[in-house]
T-cell receptor, first 112, second 117 residues
């Protein structure tokens, strides 16, 4: 799986959009970008994933650049409950195993 | 609530002992994954079972073993425990290993916190 690079930490004011960047410059054509988050030692939680088109769900939006070398997770109106470590993961779909390779992630602190 | 149940939530044991962690996947999920999270190593994949068969191994020590039973629950056995095995152990489940986008999302349990003293 391609390696990802994320800033170690970010702050965001409550109610504002949180934009979390991820660099995956070595991503290959059949690799998807996934985002998970982990709130204070709870089990990681799936947020969103995409291949090349932008994706949106009830939790967040995922913007993937045209060359697919980077992406941004957007939490449109951050709340204190969004304080967590956010992991950007790149993985292949297809037959086999879908284990996740977690990096260090970005610790997002939402500030009142 | 992810629907994945892990027991026990906390476990304290002595070095050299053996413990068993249990995971019940979400209803209908055939894949079970085990992860270890320690302070210095972060979240690391240990092993994946699909419908009772081992599918992939990650950084799992030889002292550790796992299995998935016919009712799809899984157990992770840790033996000859060392202080460094103290960690959070997470189980995750997903529907399957096919290429369908709809079944490649993993749901994690709340983990078992193992403390070896």
């Amino acid at each position: 799986d391609a390696k990802t690079t994320q800033p170690p930490s970010m702050d965001c004011a409550e109610g504002r959009a949180a934009n979390l960047p991820c660099n995956h410059s070595t991503i290959s054509g059949n690799e998807y970008v996934y985002w998970y988050r982990q709130i204070h030692s709870q089990g990681p939680q799936y947020i969103i994933h995409g291949l090349k088109n932008n994706e949106t769900n009830e939790m967040a939006s995922l913007i993937i650049t045209e060359d697919r070398k980077s992406s941004t997770l957007i939490l449109p109106h951050a709340t204190l409950r969004d304080t967590a470590v956010y992991y950007c993961i790149v993985r292949i779909h297809g037959a086999g195993s879908y284990q996740l390779t977690f990096g260090k992630g970005t610790k997002l602190s939402v500030i009142p | 609530d992810s629907g994945v149940t892990q027991t026990p939530k906390h476990l304290i044991t002595a070095t050299g002992q053996r413990v068993t962690l249990r995971c019940s996947p979400r209803s209908g999920d055939l894949s079970v994954y085990w992860y270890q999270q320690s302070l210095d190593q972060g979240l690391q994949f240990l092993i994946h079972y699909y419908n009772g068969e081992e599918r992939a191994k990650g950084n799992i020590l030889e002292r550790f073993s796992a299995q998935q039973f016919p009712d799809l629950h899984s157990e992770l056995n840790l033996s000859s425990l060392e202080l460094g095995d103290s960690a959070l152990y997470f189980c995750a489940s997903s529907v399957g290993v096919g290429g369908d986008l709809s079944n490649t999302e993993a749901f994690f349990g709340q983990g078992t916190r193992l403390t070896v003293v």
